[in-house]
């Protein structure tokens, strides 16, 4: 197959280099033509070695670059609007990680100029593409457990981030659990329409003193009548423990973490077997590649993308909301 | 061992029964006297096959039977508090169903009388009883997760009961919950704080016409800074669903559902597993006799019984909490 | 029910006792007269705490008594096809713990006398009653899995006997493996044609000295074409470790190990789950309840017993062919 | 990373191809200089997808190009000796696919060329880089179960292969089970003694007629005094079934299959969950990455290679033995 879609990766910090790196092994029709980065000169080699002809500083030689097609944008958080609305100026399809702002009128603009331009757009909500919760989506469109009633999202890092990053990250409800909030939207097919949060700080009292939570329990009501429940902690002492459940008028399903082997040793200590896989790079490597699979085929063949600009703001909708419920200490509604 | 004990049971529908079998094939050294029951003309027959020399129906014979040393209160529900009243009065061990009542001056009148005679007083949490949360139980005891962070109790029901049971039970919350309230408790060794309802009726509109809800998840903080989480339905389409998670600061534990046979089918269709045990009869069949080897231990070795009417009265008192939280949409704090 | 069977058990050791109480607590229909015991005078207690009206030391005190209906013969192994042969002449249906006889003529005397009186014989191999083997036995029969192809046994001990026990108990194959054995010929519905056994002393020299084995592999061919393996160890580290397989044209079933609890515990150590229930007590507690419920039933109804003395034969004839070859080193055929 | 090695690829079948890709997408100090194949036209384009230079017809194109330093022998099996050997002499390291040939004599004058020249030589038995296998090899090298007793192997394909294939494919033992006295021989870290072959035709009777076995029960003795048993099945209707156990003096290792996702539905008709992954491309896929990682690895930095020749050679011994057992009807002893 040719080389069909011609990219930018406008940063190549650890998401931008996976990404590239995923290209480069999975997407034979994928020329990733120049990566854009702050520090250039560090990445000039690594570039190299994938083949990318062009390493630039400044993102703009890659939206000013009339041979490219798409763009990633894997920048610092608090670009990825701005550069985003600029691509989609610019006729670019754009592949956007997650958030695409904490600002809700800031992401309208982008959806605003998005939809002007008649670009592809896509959201970094990688965990929709994972074998597990792909197939439990599956199993509840084809109405495997009827209605559903209650969704379950068990979601807790192995650790804590470092707490300079905890400062900056606009806390645990849109940093980490915005994940969970993308996957009860996805996992119900419907819209959350309440939000009640009960947080405490039970990790480590440094992450509270810079304003966070590290535990909590969020209980989320959707439009189509059913309850949805997610349990976040900063530390699970076993690994990272990403669980779903859905439940409904027909039986239920539940998804069990993956683990480096199936292996089970019994001995006169007891029955032993494996942690869950690490953390998020090792747990999630394939989902990287498949929701680049579905961006370019979303491009080449004029299709839908399959997590849209809405689907990135609704997350940071519901994230505000359980920030406040948190500060409030009572259920806050979603407008529509 | 000789009979030791003198016992009386009082109410001899299903759970009367059951403990009368129960004790009669597991105790050799307790004598079931009298069993008493509105129906006592029916139960004869039955009685004499266990080799129960008298029935009637005034539970009051009982009462006032010097020979008797303790009484199994197994009447129906709204007769519990007089009945266990007038017992502790008459002197007599008490082992009574749960709940002690629904009204909480009702409650703390027996809990009187209880210390005033300083006879033992067990209440029939039979789950506390049970082979896998008698295991988490021990677990987090010895501190294997160090501190409780998070509590989670799936409890749902294979079928929704009768709609006339549906009227006057008291509502989904005081009738079924009530058990998850007594093994929140129980698991985090700690006192409910707050109580948050998220309930709707989504399992059979009767449900609601008879007002009261068929599906909840409700939220607990505690006293210790755990959160917990309860979600119920009145219908598990693939049968009795009881699972119970705590995590804390070191780790984490999980109970699955029990099931008929361990065998698992696998052809060209998938692979089969058995569904867990039916309902609770099958499902708690040995915790009913554990609970009473503790009261009956209690009684012969002047110990404390393991269920003290204190751990019958929180969780009505956490149960009516949770209620006025579903009417008022807010979360209910609880008073020491 | 009324009393409707009176028995009389012979031999009062481990099993004996197991078999008294599971009757007392269990079939109020059965009536217990007499428990004979050449040590009369320390069960006597026991017996009576049980409702038993008689305790003697001569067994014939048993066969001789014209009120009693059937017999469990709980002697010791070499008594049993003598004891079996005059309750039969004496017309007592007969529950008979395995192994009936090491002697097929004697076996084959016992099941003559059988027929003549027409009285009913089952023979102590429990674990057809065991609700897991049950269950594939079930799934089998209903053809689930098509036509079995491979029928796999694992069956290991979490402790040796004593070294005076391995010496007289006829070797590990009539002792231990006999049950599987017999479950071969259970599960797959078919007779053992040829078997062929490797086998060592892997755990215990002394059981080498004592001329035994410790640890074997056996491998059977079926009438129908289907392949069997059994492996066994005296001592598994982690405990008692009973399951099967069974796989056939259309898929395959198995069956694992039953645990004390469902609790899963996750750590930074690892994840940690129950050993096996500890041994066949533990393991096997219901099904000694539910083969002699099949026993009383088919004398109390005429129906035929669930696992006659052929079923009792055969797998002694199949482990002394294993036995055979064993020492061979070559595979023995089974005449039929 | 510099382009460190450069090599030929023998053959551009099914394996071939996989190798090519895994090789194009992984290893970035690898570089395919040439491809060859009998026939280089369909595979041209192909081959410069990946970034090949060159495609031939010729295999001694490759074996006389000074420039390459190593050779994947992907050719059909009857050509694996004779081109292993001329690359030997040729001063090339050798990956070959396994089985290196169905004739001892050839086979050792390949390990002849190849101690001769000097050179790596690995044999592509993949499975012993799997997860799950690699796993339990290493907890029985830690000595987490003591000395292993019992080594037990189940291999089941999910479809039998085409009845032309059977006809050349050496027999069910030299195609299939080859793996498995692989795996017994890694798992065991012992060398197979005697083997005991029960085989029958119950899948497809055309495979009778072709000559052939489907289902196969082979026991195996290792020098070490453990006992093995491999199961064997050319049709597992629930697909590829893969799984492992060594149990030893100090406990068990069991294995079970890898699924495509953990889910678990369960609904009023049972509990539902994945079949196995279907064949060996999806189960073994990351493993046919690390296994060249090995010989890369080896080639580099002078290391041994994990698979040796005689580690190709010992499985072909295992092979013809266990045929001549099932043939005779007896064990056959293997001479060192």
Known sequence: MEKKITIGIIGAGRIGKL???????????????????????????????????????????????????????????????????EAAKAGKHIFCEKPIDYDIDRIKKVMEAVDEAGV???????????HNFKRVRELVKEGKIGEPHIIKITSRDPEPPPIEYVKVSGGMMLDMTIHDFDMARYLSGSEVTEV??????????????????DTAVITLKFKN??????????????????????????????????????????????????????????????????????????????????????????PVIIGLAAMESYKTGKPVKIEE
Do not use: M
């Not at 029709?29 to 062009?54: C, H, P, Q, R």
């Not at 896509?122 to 593409?129: C, L």
């Open 19 to 85: 990404h590239a790196e995923n290209i480069a092994n999975n997407f034979k029709y994928v020329e990733i033509k120049t990566i854009s980065d702050l520090y250039a000169d560090k990445i000039a080699d690594w570039a190299k070695s994938l083949g990318v002809k062009n390493v630039c500083s400044d993102y703009k030689e890659i939206i000013n670059d009339p041979e490219i097609d798409a763009v990633l944008v894997c920048s610092s958080t608090n670009t990825h609007s701005q550069i985003s609305y």
């Open 120 to 130: 592809k757009f896509q959201v970094g909500f990688n965990r929709r593409f994972d």
């Open 196 to 213: 009640y949060t009960s947080a405490a700080v039970l990790v480590d009292p440094e992450i509270g003193k810079a304003g966070d939570v």
């Open 225 to 314: 009548g059913a309850i949805g429940v997610i349990d976040n902690s900063r530390k699970a002492a076993y690994g990272y423990d990403q669980r779903v459940e859905v439940f409904g008028s027909k039986g239920g399903i539940t998804v069990s973490n993956d683990t480096p082997s199936s292996a089970v040793l019994s001995t006169s200590e007891g029955v032993f077997s494996d942690k869950p896989k690490y953390f998020f790079l090792e747990r999630y490597k394939d989902s990287f590649i498949e929701e680049l699979r579905d961006f370019f085929d979303a491009v080449l063949n004029d299709k839908p993308t399959p997590v849209t600009a809405i689907d990135g703001l609704k």
